[in-house]
């Protein structure tokens, strides 16, 4: 593993590219976006998430500007409970849950490519072709370059150009829209999430500014969308979920809102010959248990773990990540359905027994099932002293 390729600057990509620069490979990142820092809204890193970044060195710069969360809940419509968590503290320092700008976060982990030995970064690179034998052709300023690598990295998202280029036999399948945004301070205590009969309202404060996501479900919500009528969508909140229609009312306009339908990738595979799939190229999810970007992190110090091993590495890395991912992918999509029930007799019922459910197994166990991996050895392994 002398001379990797990854494919793709985002939260996954740039972390591979550490973790393997730091394991002694020569890696080339390539971003199609040319200044890929102003990324989007806000994330919610989770213990699984911040072990990796923890362990990459990052834990006081995105400590700094994050915010620190020790708790979360779904609510009603009305704000009654439904579902209410505890961050287990997980040792290591994974106690909490960080709420940050997504440009914080890619502006960490970029600074920290920048000034890691053994990286060389290609922004405005665009992958056309990748083959199992290592062979990727790929463009920047006009001109084509062709290499081949000991191994290829696709963390290049949904639309996955490395996926493409293997046989992974993958299947995409759309889902819900949601419109995210950067709003005024002080609209959320906490974390939290409202299910309403519009379809979910949620967020975190961040520093100066609440992070707010919202799905597009019902029609009034998609008409006021498609005509870009951030008043109506406003109003439409606010008749069912005050703390959301308050949100909405402090945008200035549709420009702050940034759009994205949700996309599911179940992949056959996740590796052929030369080439892996990490992140959303290989198991893209429904966001109801914020694992998206966290999962990705898993993937990569994962993957770093087992080629440190040597021998069937990729083989060895699939089968131990297929279960765990599938298994969040799946309560993630089936959370994402209860979300959105309309009928009041059902929402009744599924309130009811969730909070049955919770109270019989404890919150606890859920967190614990969607870190997929023990967070403190997470650190452990991504600090090599596992």
Request: one cysteine or more; aromatic letters at 4%; glycine letters at 12%.
């Given at each position: ?37 102003a990324?989007?809204a ?28 020790r ?31 997504r ?7 970029l ?23 290592g ?9 084509t ?89 406003a ?64 993937d ?26 599938r ?28 909070r ?31």
């Amino acid at each position: 593993m002398s001379r990797v390729l990854v494919a793709g600057a985002g939260i996954g990509g740039a972390a591979c590219a550490l973790l393997l620069a730091r394991d002694g490979a020569e890696v080339t990142l390539l971003e199609r976006v040319a200044e890929p820092r102003a990324v989007g809204a806000g994330i919610l890193l989770q213990p699984n998430g911040l072990a990796v970044l923890y362990g990459l060195g990052l834990e006081a710069s995105l400590r700094n500007v994050g915010t620190v969360l020790r708790a979360g809940a779904v609510m009603d419509a009305a704000g009654r409970p439904i579902l209410h968590t505890t961050v287990p503290d997980f040792g290591e320092g994974l106690d909490h849950l960080l709420a940050i700008r997504r440009s914080h976060l890619q502006t960490a982990l970029l600074d920290a490519v920048a000034a890691a030995p053994g990286i060389t970064s290609r922004f405005g690179a665009d992958v056309r072709e990748a083959s199992a034998d290592g062979r990727v052709v790929w463009e920047e300023g006009g001109a084509t370059r062709t290499e081949t690598y000991d191994l290829v990295v696709g963390a290049d998202g949904v639309h996955s150009r490395v996926r493409a280029g293997g046989r992974f036999d993958a299947r995409t399948r759309d889902g819900l829209t949601y419109v995210r945004a950067l709003v005024a301070p002080g609209v959320l205590d906490g974390v939290g999430e409202w299910w309403t009969p519009l379809g979910i309202f949620g967020g975190a404060p961040l520093d100066g500014a609440t992070y707010v996501f919202a799905s597009t479900r019902a029609p009034a919500l998609r008409d006021a969308l498609a005509a870009r009528d951030v008043a109506a969508l406003a109003s439409h909140w606010r008749g069912v979920c005050e703390p959301a229609g308050r949100a909405f009312a402090s945008l200035g306009d549709a420009d702050a809102l940034l759009v994205n339908t949700v996309r599911r990738v179940d992949c056959a595979r996740w590796s052929d010959g030369r080439l892996v799939l990490v992140g959303d190229a290989a198991h893209a999810m429904a966001p109801n248990l914020g694992q998206g970007a966290n999962s990705a992190l898993v993937d990569v110090a994962l993957l770093a773990g087992e080629l440190r091993r040597g021998g069937d590495a990729l083989a060895r890395w699939e089968q131990r990540r297929r279960r765990p991912v599938r298994r969040v992918q799946d309560t993630s999509q089936r959370m994402g359905q209860l979300s959105h029930l309309r009928n009041p007799l059902a929402r009744w019922a599924r309130d009811n027994l969730l909070r049955v459910v919770v109270e019989l197994a404890g919150s606890e166990s859920a967190v614990h099932a969607a870190m997929q991996e023990d967070p403190a050895w997470l650190r452990r392994v991504v600090e090599r002293r596992a």
